[in-house]
């Protein structure tokens, strides 16, 4: 079995949330730590009610201050003898951050028991000055079953043989490794990852079994929220708006990633159709959608090009488009001004191209909005819209 987890680094003193990496100026991610999480919440509230004029604000969805990211994004430093998993520091150098209070318990274990097979299997960390070495990151994601995906990003596969050897040990380490891959990211530049994905496990798959009723597939390149919870409650809010409307016979889900919303949007007579450039999460929206008994479609594509190309005689009641944070740009969002759609569920990550998005569709009118705070500590949170045809 795992050891426990580390102490998170993440504590509340009066009422306020401290991290110890943080006052010491070691990682300055968290900008908001200082403030109470209601100062933190209502200053989210005002940012976003001033960018988004909807008569109705539902209550924010706040979740929880800690242990609420299913999520790592590690980078290795150090020494092969004493491996960092966090971040890097100006010089290059490596600082380890696996007590970090935002991640759960069950990645803060995990993370703690990688970083000793890291060095007991001899994988040495990339050193980004000298451009030497070959493990580059750690990316790990958490499941609500406790199941774990784990990508070494690495510079080559110079050490595949190496690390497939190992790997028993580290399973029986980590007991809920479930996925682990190899991918490969041989360029000297800030790039996360790289191309090839070497799976190293008979799964490739975690599923990610949700409090709404709907078990998604997460292969090494989806997208899922890292907060689990507030996820969940941004799926079942477009869920009750949509199945309040009367007429929404027919929805597109643009940029459906594994299809979360379209899933999620499932009803008797409801025709479901998700685009996502991934071909990869198109087949995993696939299987999920068969194993429901959903008869919902979904197309490899980029969402702008295939609206731009539809038929203008077979379009969706309603559309979801849940873009990065660029937001949708200004073609879809004159595609939408100008299509027969009659309704809009938009879900974004940064109001500030949400309201210039907006401002391109002028007949268009918010009914009702929400903020969800998917990121406690920093300034960014999600905020949903549903829009509708103005009058």
């Known amino acids: 079995m795992a050891d426990a987890a580390p102490a998170p680094s993440l504590t509340l003193v009066d009422g306020v949330p401290r991290c110890h ?16 999480r ?33 999520k790592a994004k590690m980078v290795v430093g150090g020494s092969v ?50 451009r030497s070495g070959e493990l580059k990151h750690v990316l790990l994601t958490e499941s609500p079953d406790g199941e774990l995906l784990l990508r070494l990003v690495m510079r080559s596969t110079a050490l595949e043989a190496r690390v497939r050897s190992r790997l028993p040990a580290l399973r029986e380490s980590v007991p809920g490794l479930r996925v682990v891959t190899i991918n490969v990211q041989p360029e000297h530049k800030a790039v996360l990852e790289g191309e090839r994905e070497v ?45 309040h409307l009367p007429d929404v016979l027919t929805v597109w889900d643009l ?49 702008t090009a295939y609206a731009l190309a539809a038929d203008p005689g077979a379009l ?30 938009y879900s974004s990550c940064n109001a500030v191209t949400l309201a210039r998005d907006l401002a391109a569709m002028p007949s268009w009118r918010p009914v009702e909005a929400r903020v969800l705070d998917m990121f406690p500590h920093t300034d960014h949170y999600e905020v949903m819209v549903l829009l509708s045809r103005g009058r």
């Open 21 to 36: 990496h943080f006052d010491a100026s070691r990682c300055r991610s968290c900008t908001l730590l200082g403030l109470t």
């Open 38 to 70: 209601g100062r933190q919440l209502s200053g989210k509230e005002a940012h976003a009610r001033s960018l988004v004029d909807a008569p109705t604000w539902l209550p924010t969805v706040a979740g929880e201050d800690a242990g609420f990211r299913n």
């Open 81 to 130: 003898e004493a491996p960092t998993l966090g971040i890097l520091d100006r010089d290059l150098a490596g600082v380890d951050l696996h007590d970090c209070g935002l991640h759960s318990d069950g990645l803060r274990a995990a993370l703690d028991r990688i970083a000793s097979w890291v060095s007991s299997a001899g994988l040495v960390p990339y050193d980004v000055a000298a």
């Open 199 to 243: 799976v190293l496990t008979p799964d490739a798959v975690l599923p990610m079994r949700l409090a709404t009723g709907v078990t998604l597939r997460l292969g090494p390149r989806s997208f899922f929220q890292t907060n689990t919870p507030v996820a969940e409650a941004l799926y079942d809010q477009a869920r009750r708006w949509v199945d």
């Open 255 to 303: 940029y459906c990633g594994v299809g979360g919303f379209a899933l999620h949007l499932a009803a008797p007579g409801r025709d479901l159709l998700g685009v996502e450039v991934s071909a990869d999460a198109v087949d995993a929206a696939r299987a999920t959608a068969a194993d429901l008994g959903v008869p919902a479609r979904f197309v490899a594509a980029d969402a």
């Open 316 to 345: 969706p009641d309603l559309v979801v488009v849940n873009p990065p944070r660029r937001g949708i740009g200004a073609d879809l969002a004159g595609w939408l001004e100008d299509s027969g759609v009659r309704h809009v569920v």
